[in-house]
């Protein structure tokens, strides 16, 4: 529940920090700004990490399944995160927020098809009740399902779909790896690898983008830019994501999403 607190303020964070980034370059494209901030995102969570706590850093016996199961949670977590932020800057965070929130469905969904989860009737009235609350609250705000009646469901919108597919998968594979191995050195490893593959998106999006290499990385001469990304690397990547590794193994996979 505490996850939560914070994940509800890095839609607002990524919202601002893509806006900021917009209005301080003269031609706008979210894919390699999207690629550079998650992988400083990321990287702050490193840091934070191998400083606050140095153990993190030494995966012992079981390294080669640390990396494993820290690297398939890292690539989940960095394609939800990379299409929900390319899609936010074309939609509004109300909509990202309630169309991520289908992730719970997809949870249930995939953890039942996997054989990973058994849905009794108390967990699917949790399901159906958490996805008609997120809607009736986009409602009575007058902005998430007003902004998707009023234009038309495109590639933005779908593209927010998939990264709750990927978050549902997040999820059921943290279930599973963080039983095996210490959350700690899972967590570690997913950072790195987090921080890795949005490099390699940077490096490849950045010969076919408009935008030039000074004014991307010119962005970072900005404190604007550097509070959300404070922000989203101290609290939405390293404690969030070290708590949810630390404890979600306790409770079911689709009780976790219902949470969420």
């Known amino acids: 529940l505490f996850v939560t607190l914070i994940w509800g303020g890095t839609f607002i964070w990524m919202k601002q920090l893509l806006s900021t980034a ?3 370059v003269s031609v706008w494209d979210p894919r390699p700004a999207v690629a550079l901030f998650v992988g400083i995102r990321f990287a702050i969570a490193f840091v934070l990490l191998s400083l606050i706590m140095p153990a993190s850093r030494t995966f012992g016996e079981r390294r080669i399944q640390v990396w494993k199961g820290g690297g398939l949670i890292g690539v989940l977590m960095f394609a939800g995160f990379a299409l929900q932020m390319v899609a936010l800057a074309e939609i509004t965070p109300a909509v990202s927020a309630f ?6 469905v997809f949870t249930a969904l995939i953890g039942r098809s ?3 989860q058994n849905l009794t009737k108390g967990l699917l009235i949790g399901v159906l009740l958490t996805t008609m609350g997120a809607a009736l609250l986009g409602l009575e705000k007058g902005d998430a399902l007003t902004d998707m009646a009023l234009t038309e469901f495109g590639i933005p919108e779908w593209m927010t779909i998939i990264g709750a597919v ?4 997040h999820i059921l594979a943290t279930d599973a790896i963080t039983k095996l191995d210490d959350p700690v050195k899972i967590s570690m490893a997913s ?3 987090v921080s890795a593959c ?6 490849a999006i950045i010969p076919f983008s408009a935008m030039s290499p000074s004014e991307l990385f010119g962005l970072l001469a900005l404190v604007e830019v550097w509070i959300p990304l404070l922000l989203l ?3 939405g990547s390293f404690v969030a994501l070290l708590v949810l590794n630390t404890w979600q193994k306790h409770i079911s996979p689709v009780h976790a999403a219902i949470i969420y």
Do not use: H, Q
């Open 22 to 24: 917009e209005a301080n």
């Open 198 to 203: 949005s490099l390699i998106m940077l490096l």
């Open 114 to 116: 996997l054989g990973k």
């Open 166 to 169: 990927m978050f549902a998968l």
């Open 233 to 235: 690397g101290g609290l």
């Open 191 to 193: 950072f790195v690898v």
């Open 99 to 104: 169309l991520t929130s289908l992730y719970v």
